[in-house]
């Protein structure tokens, strides 16, 4: 049986114990600063997510475009991106942010619209505008972030309200109204921001295809839909991702028996002209170049038939029938009667002959040149 511990012992152990612990001063206890701050719990929000496709690498794409679209606003902002971008993009002031997305992203468009609800957008598949402000440029932050993705920014009878529009195949959406709030809450830290949200339709993959033809020296992508309507894709590092990502098989070559190359860059270059999103018709461009060649062939034809040309009719009427005229005249009055009658006729061979010369099919012209 072990001896028991002498009170001595004891007393001994405790002392080493309470030597052995640090506790905190009186000055350390009064002082407030020192406590650490504990991090504000997440805001709750009553408005249901915009629903995005399960699609891993569609997102990881859409996610992946939409950071590419923030450091190229960065760099905007900075005017190290001056006279670098595509002109498609600053062609209509304002409409910027349209006009990327346009671009980028072959036949999204908004002219048919679904239902508009007000939900709240993930930040990481949303694209803004922010060259204009961030961050930086706002006094209060905190304040104007809270203020900012607050559910009642939803409402669109509130003030500073947002509008999204949601390409719900793609799970991709832009601000059409709020777009420099975008940058700022993502910035902020926050994940989502409240809008009304009107999903828009995109064609499936099936409908899409990409091709990459050389054209003018250069490799240029362009996407087909239901192989009819062409567009260029100006930064396929941009547009390719994406569209690999949805479903769309990869770019190939141009097939055999389409219209030329140089034909369809003509085209989109005419079509260009005024637009932000140039496209050309497969189908009517085909009906274009078959009439181009019909035209190109030879054909007989008057010179009454060429629009090439203006006849000098004064000159025409005083050479070959005021002067016949004469010519019948002066016969009638002072040659005898078979010389006469040698007169009229040659002046009547010489006026017919100007006149068949006019409109006698007697020379070959290209149809395109025929009035």
Not at 109 to 119: F, I, K, L, P, Y
Not at 189 to 218: F, I, K
């Amino acid at each position: 049986m072990p001896p028991a511990a002498s009170p001595d012992s004891s007393t001994a152990t405790a002392e080493q114990a309470l030597s052995g612990t640090q506790l905190p001063s009186v000055e350390e206890l009064l002082d407030e600063s020192a406590a650490p701050e504990e991090p504000a719990p997440p805001p709750r929000y009553r408005l249901p997510q915009a629903a995005v496709p399960p699609n891993i690498m569609l997102q990881s794409a859409v996610t992946r475009l939409v950071e590419q679209k923030e450091q190229i606003d960065q760099l905007a902002r900075n005017g190290l991106l001056a006279g670098l971008l595509p002109p498609e993009w600053s062609a209509s002031p304002g409409n910027e942010l349209r006009a990327f997305v346009a671009s980028v992203v072959p036949f999204a468009s908004d002219s048919v619209r679904g239902e508009t609800v007000a939900a709240r957008v993930p930040l990481k598949f949303l694209l803004g505008h922010s060259q204009r402000w961030g961050k930086a440029d706002v006094a209060e932050p905190n304040s104007l972030s809270s203020y900012l993705a607050s559910d009642e920014r939803g409402n669109s009878g509130t003030s500073d309200h947002a509008e999204v529009m949601l390409l719900s195949p793609l799970g991709l959406g832009w601000a059409q109204s709020g777009r420099s709030r975008v940058g700022f809450l993502r910035a902020m830290g926050l994940e989502s921001m409240a809008a009304r949200v009107t999903a828009l339709p995109y064609p499936a993959p099936e409908q899409l295809a990409l091709y990459q033809v050389n054209h003018d020296g250069l490799t240029q992508f362009w996407c087909v839909m239901d192989k009819r309507r062409l567009r260029a894709l100006p930064v396929p590092a941009l547009s390719l991702p994406l569209l690999t990502a949805y479903g769309v098989a990869a770019p190939q070559a141009w097939p055999s028996n389409w219209p030329d190359p140089s034909e369809v860059g003509a085209a989109l270059a005419l079509a260009r002209m005024g637009k932000a999103a140039a496209e050309v018709d497969l189908v009517k461009l085909v009906d274009k170049i078959g009439r181009d060649q019909a035209n190109d062939a030879w054909t007989g034809a008057s010179l009454m038939q060429l629009h090439t040309w203006v006849p000098r009719w004064r000159f025409f009427l005083t050479s070959f029938i005021g002067l016949p005229a004469g010519l019948l005249l002066l016969a009638a009055l002072a040659l005898p009667g078979r010389v006469e009658a040698a007169a009229v006729a040659a002046a009547l061979g010489f006026a017919g002959g100007a006149i068949a010369a006019l409109a006698a099919p007697w020379i070959y012209a290209r149809r395109k040149h025929l009035s």
